[in-house]
């Protein structure tokens, strides 16, 4: 059974830093991983992803510069840090299971989601 479980959400100021976790189970990991949010009253984006060993990354233009993807295969887990956060970074925040990741052609089909972890950016 395939799992995703996100972890490290919370409550920031602007300027404040936090680090997402997605633990994965239930499928092997050659798979590309994404971050996605939703923002109130928005559609579901995607922000960031990873390919399958990490050589290929893609990230929005409203985060590049300030949030870094990774993942670690031993762990299991899939990371985002993400610094000098703003308010319009609120949302929730989701890691997928993806068919293929790559800078040029931003995230593939998603086949799996987690359930979301909630950040807020507010003084």
């Known amino acids: 059974q395939v799992q995703l479980v996100e972890s490290g959400g919370g409550l920031v100021q602007p300027g404040g830093s936090l680090r997402l976790s997605c633990a994965a189970s239930?499928?092997?990991?050659?798979?590309?991983i994404g971050w996605f949010r939703r923002a109130p009253g928005k559609e579901r984006e995607v922000i960031s992803c990873?390919?399958?060993?990490?050589?290929?990354?893609y990230y929005t233009d409203s985060v590049k510069g300030r949030f870094t993807i990774s993942r670690d295969n031993d762990k299991r887990t899939l990371y985002l840090q993400m610094n000098s956060l703003k308010p319009e970074d609120t949302a929730v925040y989701y890691c997928?299971?993806?068919?293929?990741?790559?800078?040029?052609?931003?995230?593939?089909?998603?086949?799996?989601w987690g359930q979301g972890t909630q950040v807020t950016v507010s003084s």
């Open positions: 997928a299971r993806l068919k293929f990741c790559s800078q040029g052609r931003g995230a593939g089909a998603v086949s799996s």
């Open positions: 239930g499928f092997t990991l050659d798979y590309a």
């Open positions: 990873i390919s399958s060993l990490g050589g290929s990354t």
